[in-house]
């Protein structure tokens, strides 16, 4: 028989990492809006005019909502079965990058602390990260892209021998007079021309040094396609064979489970 506090625990884990119930929805709902807006708060923040303007403000604003995601994270700690696992959990971590800067500003006070408080500060863009609990679709996207990984690694690593390849020959036949110094420096230009950006910082001036540019920039256009179409596929695929369970684990909080799962496959826990 669950004691009350375990019946408490039940009732905070149905609410905090479910969202089959108007609580849960509520709670969801209420948490992304904050975290919108304290994003949208940090990057307003960053310009010098209205920083000046609106300082005091933003000051107040900014410890509301780390208030509010301190109470939300403690909450989160409360409703799991094992709430160490869950502080370094991806989330977990991401919650903590999210509230830390702002206690931390509290013990660097002196003036050449100053300026690594505001790096400090930008960590509480990490708070973005949590809307990706949220995302369901994200969980399909991450598989397709694990499932994808040896694909992708070989295309990459083919890339890169091209670029290598074409970028020493360009070297050899451009030269140091055409801004082509060293092979690294015609690597770069090979890198920037395969992927169809083209600074214009450095152009070959030879025949044959503008006959290997048109065939990079050629093999650009098929380049770009190729890892769409590997994960295009895997994702079609992960799509119409993996069906996710929405519901976190009461101990670990985390998801991605079958459908018919009994146990989280992470943890072990009974679902």
């Keep these: 028989m669950q004691t009350r506090w375990q019946r408490i625990q039940n009732r905070l884990h149905n609410i905090v990492f479910e969202n089959d119930t108007w609580a849960g929805r509520a709670f969801d709902i209420t948490l992304l ?3 919108i ?3 949208i708060s940090v990057i307003v923040e960053t310009i010098p ?3 000046q303007a609106y300082r005091p ?3 107040v604003l900014e410890w509301i909502f780390t208030g509010v995601f301190t109470l939300e994270f403690i909450i989160r700690l409360l409703a ?4 160490i696992r869950y502080v370094f959990s991806f989330f977990g971590l991401v919650d903590l990058l999210g509230i830390l800067p702002a206690y931390l500003s509290l013990f660097f006070i002196g003036s050449q602390q100053l300026v690594v408080i505001r790096i400090l500060r930008l960590l509480r863009v990490f708070r973005i990260l949590k809307l990706q609990e949220y995302t369901s679709a994200a969980d399909v996207l991450a598989a397709s892209l694990r499932e994808s990984r040896a694909k992708i690694t070989v295309f990459f690593v083919a890339i890169f021998t091209l670029v290598i390849t074409l970028g020493a020959m360009t070297s050899v036949v451009e030269g140091h007079t055409n801004g082509f110094e060293s092979i690294p420096v015609s690597i770069y230009w090979a890198i920037i021309t395969i992927t169809t950006v083209g600074y214009g910082d450095i152009v070959p001036s030879t025949a044959v040094g503008k006959l290997i540019a048109s065939l990079i920039m050629m093999l650009g ?5 190729v890892p769409t179409g590997i994960v295009a596929v895997s994702l ?8 996710l369970n929405s519901q976190a684990c009461p101990n670990c909080g985390r998801r991605e ?3 018919d799962a009994v146990h989280c496959k992470y943890c072990g826990e009974k679902l």
């Design 80 to 83: 799991v079965g094992s709430p």
């Design 257 to 259: 489970h079958d459908t």
């Design 33 to 35: 809006l904050l975290i």
């Design 37 to 39: 807006l304290s994003v």
């Design 49 to 51: 005019a209205l920083d």
């Design 221 to 225: 256009y098929v380049i770009i396609a």
């Design 236 to 243: 079609t695929g992960v799509a119409n064979r993996r069906e």
């Design 57 to 59: 403000l933003f000051h």
